[in-house]
């Protein structure tokens, strides 16, 4: 009964890496695409020559295995819910490290989105279904995860 | 030239969903889990290569959210493959993520 009680158990911490850690490896993506010269084949040569590449590797695997973890504590669909956070993040990223300019209209649609995908979220109220806090992540089974 | 971008875009989209029936299919088949789990590291790996591209056609604070279009295909994909329940208020999230999409796109 205890994992009724979820708040004591949701892993903010390892949420809050998580998304620091999309970010991160999206403002990385983005580095390597800009060091990268050339077009077509020249452009994926380029790219692959540069150690931006492997740290991109090092983080995509860091996510992935945060990932893990974190379905081992909490329901998937809450997990998912929460992690759509990091979409106005890296809009922001974006904004300040590279400068990009935004109009109103991409704010506004990335604002309906993470709506929409705070709707898709949990499956069923906590509490009135506690047993979806009870099963294992593994049988659970679907771990999609947002790498 | 927009088309090429719409194309890598949908393609890195189902690439992206087809990656998580992946992990899917790992966390619930036991058997083949090394198989399945490989299979979606090297999903991963060309959608990467997709995605560098992306990025440089088009900013990354326009790409990203347009990913989010994924959240909507995944979530078809489990009705599809898992018979995942899709009530009212999903459906209704799923217009919300596309017209936002479309926001995004049409600017």
Known sequence: ?147 | MIIVQTIILMLCIGLETFKQVLFALAGKNSTNRMTLTFAAIFTHLVQLGLWFWILSLIPLGIAFPLMSLSFVTIAVAGKIFFKEKLGIRRWAATLLVAIGTSLIWGH
């Not at chain 1, 205890?2 to 490896?25: C, G, H, Q, S």
């Not at chain 1, 956070?85 to 109009?103: D, Q, R, Y």
């Open chain 1, 1 to 147: 009964m205890d994992r009724m009680k979820f708040p004591d158990k949701f892993p903010y911490r390892l949420l809050i890496l998580l998304v620091l850690a999309e970010v991160l490896t999206l403002c990385l993506e983005k580095i390597v695409v800009l060091k990268a010269s050339g077009e077509s084949i020249d452009f994926y040569l380029s790219i692959m020559l540069k150690p931006w590449l492997w740290l991109v590797l090092i983080m995509s695997g860091v996510q992935l295995l945060l990932w893990v973890r974190i379905l081992k504590k909490t329901a998937l669909s809450l997990a998912y819910t929460v992690s759509s956070i990091s979409v106005p993040l890296t809009m922001f990223a974006a904004w300040i490290c590279f400068g990009e300019s935004l109009s109103w209209h991409v704010w506004l649609g990335a604002f309906l989105i993470s709506i929409g995908i705070i709707l898709i979220g949990p499956d069923e109220e906590p509490g009135h279904h506690p047993t979806i806090y009870e099963k294992d992540s593994r049988t659970e089974g679907t771990s999609q995860n947002p790498i």
